[in-house]
């Protein structure tokens, strides 16, 4: 019997995005359901750190966006995202797209507390910490014109329009490779569908 599968998910988290463009290209079938998550008591039953994305298979509760991509991946009858010789290039360049997601994350909460609460330091460190991390992306990640996709496309493709969309995009002027690499990436359907809700 099929499984009920359900994601919780926000209407701007990249973390949810990376897993709502895994259910999509890999054609699982499940239930989005879009939650202010402050206000997501019920949430905490099943993660108690009350972070979306939250996967709920059955009564089964997966934890963190990686660990629910490998799972949709692993019930999909499509290409793997995570094919076995490239594994560990793959998980990598997928934890360092995760990383520039939390620090352009951190940075957004901080700006966003009381003037008199908000550290400058602690903006200016994820500020440098993003651009440190576009650029050694830039000089780093050999995908380019890869016809094959993989995680780590998606991943590093949510990271960076996460910083366009909280940030800015001025990283374009310094990574002439990645811009280009991302504006076609960006025709995929799976990107178009998915663009954060606010943005729009
Ligand atoms: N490592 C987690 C990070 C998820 C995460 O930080 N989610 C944010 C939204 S983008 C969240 O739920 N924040 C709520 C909070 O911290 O209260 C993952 O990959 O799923």
């Known amino acids: 019997m099929n499984k009920k599968i359900i994601l919780y998910n926000g209407p701007n988290s990249p973390f949810g995005r990376k897993t709502k463009i895994t259910s999509l290209v890999q054609e699982i079938i499940l239930e989005e359901k879009i939650i202010k998550v402050q206000e997501a008591n019920f949430l ?3 993660n108690p750190l009350r972070k979306i994305p939250t996967l ?29 010789n490239e594994y560990f290039k793959i998980t990598s360049m997928t934890s360092i797209a995760n990383g520039l997601m939390q620090s352009v994350l951190e940075r957004r909460m901080e700006t966003i507390r009381p003037h008199n609460e908000q550290s400058k330091d602690f903006i200016k460190k994820q500020e440098i910490r993003t651009i440190r991390t576009i650029k050694w992306l830039e000089n780093n990640w050999n995908n380019y014109g890869d016809n094959y996709l993989t995680m780590d496309q998606i991943a590093i493709a949510c990271s960076l329009e996460y910083t366009n969309f909280r940030l800015n995009n001025r990283w374009e002027e310094e990574c002439p490779h ?23």
Do not use: A, H, Q
């Open 44 to 46: 905490d039953e099943y």
């Open 178 to 200: 990645l811009k280009k690499w991302l504006i076609n990436f960006r025709k995929n359907n799976f990107m178009k569908s998915t663009v954060p809700l606010e943005s729009i």
């Open 56 to 84: 709920l298979v059955d009564d089964l509760p997966i934890i963190d966006s990686d660990n629910i991509c490998i799972y949709l991946d692993s019930i999909s009858k499509k290409k793997t995202l995570f094919p076995k």
